[in-house]
């Protein structure tokens, strides 16, 4: 069919350029006759012979303007030759040859785009009919499923159209009940359930990755440091759920690295093999690594999950204050305290012990004696023990500094260095030991300042629990350590954060409550409907408080995102109650049988437009898929209050309105 469908097209593409020639060439022989060329009466009635594609084929796809143009052009043509005299005809044939040529020209373009068009059409129409077919074939294999689920949605619908207009009108009957028990409920779950839901900044996403840095004494240098961290890598593969890991040793002195890396730290980068619960498996492989770990000496390991949208650990702990050894003090004690508390792992401080230096501290005393200024020996021993560059060799356009300092084996040692001359070419020669005197200590780690003061900052991850709980159990312990009055301590990290973040969304919660007023104050033209309409949303915080609480899901900031919205959602259903109301009042009905009638006639858009809502987010809050973690308190918080909400507002929001609306 569609190879005769082709056929018939090219035909009708080819014949009437043929007619159209041959018709050309008759009239020219016979000028004097002045009935209709065939290709004209073709375009008006499409025929070939007997056949009639009326009858066969789409009249829109076969008909072609292009052949009825053609025809009329060069009939307009053949009658402006045929005008004036003999001599002007003679010299009008001249000119009516690029005319003749141009409708020609014009004819293929024309026929060419009509017939691109007609094809883009079937092609369209088949991609249509395809798409419909396959419509109506899923439609008729599902049907079958789901005529029980509509039959037992107009059953339990029909029910409830019967039992919901004496639901309100009992509520009428009886306002302080019902208004009591929604403001009871919103209590309860404000003062009782909201302190004890923990709080986070976002929720922790189980990418099956987690990081061990490893940290061995300070100036232990990087071989060793390799030599440590092979023994840790062969026990991660180990594991069954671990596919591969990475090892970094050591940290360049770069802006972007920490003042805790060196040659003695490292990193292993662990992935586990995707499939089954990353939750559970990381949770597991991290709490054996922890327990093996921690059971070899001199190395200590910190497990962390990487951090999404932060650079801040879970926790970190400011402690502030001058003196440099009580600081070290204060924050050693602090360490010891916060790794009691549950919950908290790799509590770690930035103040470690310094790296090995000798310390040469001179006896002015002894200089004044021997005659000896102290800033000469200084410099001198100096120079003597890392050198001097005097002057540069050249070697062409390349300049090289010619360092000049003592042997290695001169230095080599404590009694090496004592032994140095600090009056060279002076007649009796003083050693360095005569006027110094020289030992091995530790100089500081760091000094870090933050707000110009100098602080110790702890750091340390959580597992198993809220930030919230935790930061609690911390500001308790710490207020227990006796600190000097010019000490202070602060939390800072996710908390911190956590804390401005949270600011920030419940200024754009007010703001979007604000707005919506507004704009239905405007549209109603009245304050009083819309404050009745806005006590849908804490009707909608019951709903979220409860699920959150009865999931165990911590206020997070995609918690915040989704009170955000439904600040927006869940007034909708109270506008279309009371818009309609208000209708029905103003065509002279009672108030409470406007109330009763209105809730009855918009019942069902009310439920039609929750259960689309809550369907369309039903896939998010099952959690499906990767970094579900942080998309299913949002969903679930939508949801929560959009049924709180509808529930609630098919009930109280009627009787909050017969409540404060008093005009007759």
């Not at 009249?59 to 060069?74: K, N, Q, V």
């Not at 049907?143 to 019967?162: E, I, M, T």
């Not at 809730?599 to 858009?605: A, D, K, N, W, Y």
């Given at each position: 069919m569609l190879l005769k469908t082709i056929f018939l097209l090219l035909l009708t593409t080819l014949y009437p350029v043929i007619v159209a020639v041959l018709k050309l060439v008759e009239r020219i022989a016979r000028s004097g006759q002045t009935r209709r060329i065939p290709l004209v009466e073709w375009a008006e009635s499409p025929h070939i012979g007997r056949l009639n594609f009326f009858q066969r084929v789409w009249e829109t796809i076969l008909c072609f303007r292009a052949p009825h143009a053609l025809g009329e052009s060069l009939s307009g043509l053949w009658d402006w030759l ?421 600011d920030s969304l419940t200024f754009a919660l007010a703001l979007a409550i604000f707005l919506v007023y507004v704009v239905m104050a405007s549209q109603f033209e009245s304050l009083l409907h819309p404050l009745v309409i806005m006590f849908t949303i804490p009707l909608a915080l019951i709903g979220v408080v409860v699920v959150l609480y009865a999931f165990h899901i911590s206020l997070s900031i995609v918690v915040f995102i989704g009170l955000i919205m439904l600040a927006g959602i869940v007034v909708n259903n109270a506008i279309v109650l009371i818009d309609y109301i208000n209708h ?81």
């Amino acid at each position: 069919m569609l190879l005769k469908t082709i056929f018939l097209l090219l035909l009708t593409t080819l014949y009437p350029v043929i007619v159209a020639v041959l018709k050309l060439v008759e009239r020219i022989a016979r000028s004097g006759q002045t009935r209709r060329i065939p290709l004209v009466e073709w375009a008006e009635s499409p025929h070939i012979g007997r056949l009639n594609f009326f009858q066969r084929v789409w009249e829109t796809i076969l008909c072609f303007r292009a052949p009825h143009a053609l025809g009329e052009s060069l009939s307009g043509l053949w009658d402006w030759l045929k005008r004036g005299k003999l001599i002007r005809r003679i010299l009008k044939a001249p000119v009516s040859i690029p005319a003749f040529l141009y409708f020609y020209l014009r004819f293929f373009v024309q026929i060419f785009l009509e017939l691109l068009g007609k094809v883009i059409l079937c092609a369209t129409i088949l991609i249509m009919l395809l798409i419909l077919s396959a419509v109506g074939l899923i439609g008729m294999v599902l049907r079958p499923l789901f005529l029980p689920l509509l039959a037992l949605f107009d059953l339990a619908f029909n029910a409830l159209s019967r039992v919901y207009p004496r639901v309100i009108g009992w509520s009428l009957r009886n306002k302080p009940v019902v208004i009591g028990t929604a403001a009871l409920l919103f209590a309860l779950c404000w003062f009782g359930l909201i302190p004890r839901l923990g709080s986070e900044l976002i929720p922790q996403v189980h990418q099956g990755e987690f990081n061990v840095d490893v940290t061995m004494p300070i100036g232990t240098p990087l071989e060793a440091t390799d030599a440590a961290i092979r023994p840790l890598e062969r026990i991660i593969l180990r594991e069954e759920s671990v596919d591969k890991i990475a090892t970094t040793v050591g940290a360049e002195k770069t802006t972007m690295a920490s003042s805790e890396e060196g040659e003695h730290t490292g990193r292993i980068t662990v992935q586990l093999a995707r499939g089954g619960d990353l939750k559970d498996k990381e949770e597991r492989v991290i709490q054996r690594l922890r327990k093996t770990f921690g059971e070899i000496p001199r190395v200590k390991t910190d497990i962390s999950l990487p951090a999404l949208f932060s650079f801040k650990t879970p926790i970190e702990v400011e402690i502030k204050g001058f003196n440099l050894q009580t600081l070290s003090l204060l924050s050693r004690k602090a360490e010891e305290e916060l790794n009691r508390i549950p919950g908290l792992y790799d509590v770690k401080s930035n103040i470690q012990r310094g790296h090995p230096e000798i310390q040469i501290v001179y006896n002015r005393e002894r200089l004044s004696d021997y005659g000896l200024n102290l800033r000469d020996v200084a410099m001198l021993i100096r120079n003597k023990v890392q050198g001097r560059v005097p002057t540069e060799f050249r070697d062409r356009e390349r300049k090289i500094d010619i360092l000049v300092r003592i042997r290695e084996e001169d230095k080599a040692t404590i009694h090496d260095l004592k032994r140095l001359t600090v009056n060279p070419g002076a007649r009796i020669a003083i050693p360095l030991s005569s006027v110094a005197d020289i030992r091995l200590s530790e100089g500081p780690s760091e000094i870090r300042r933050i707000d110009q003061q100098r602080a110790a900052l702890i750091t340390a991850n959580i597992s198993g629990r809220d930030l919230a709980s935790v930061t609690r159990d911390i500001e308790r312990v710490l207020e227990d350590i006796e600190m000097p009055s010019d000490f202070t301590f602060d939390i800072a990290g996710q908390r911190r954060e956590m804390q401005t973040s949270i600011d920030s969304l419940t200024f754009a919660l007010a703001l979007a409550i604000f707005l919506v007023y507004v704009v239905m104050a405007s549209q109603f033209e009245s304050l009083l409907h819309p404050l009745v309409i806005m006590f849908t949303i804490p009707l909608a915080l019951i709903g979220v408080v409860v699920v959150l609480y009865a999931f165990h899901i911590s206020l997070s900031i995609v918690v915040f995102i989704g009170l955000i919205m439904l600040a927006g959602i869940v007034v909708n259903n109270a506008i279309v109650l009371i818009d309609y109301i208000n209708h029905l009042r103003k065509n002279g009905m009672d108030r409470v049988e406007a109330i009763i009638q209105g809730g009855q006639v918009r019942l069902r858009p009310i439920l039609m437009t929750t259960a689309t809502t809550v369907l369309g987010l039903l896939p998010m809050a099952l959690g499906l898929g990767e970094g579900a973690e942080i998309r299913t308190p949002m969903a679930l918080t939508v949801i929560a209050g959009l049924i709180s909400s509808t529930l609630l507002t098919l009930i109280v929001i009627p009787t909050v309105y017969a409540a404060v609306d008093r005009k007759k």
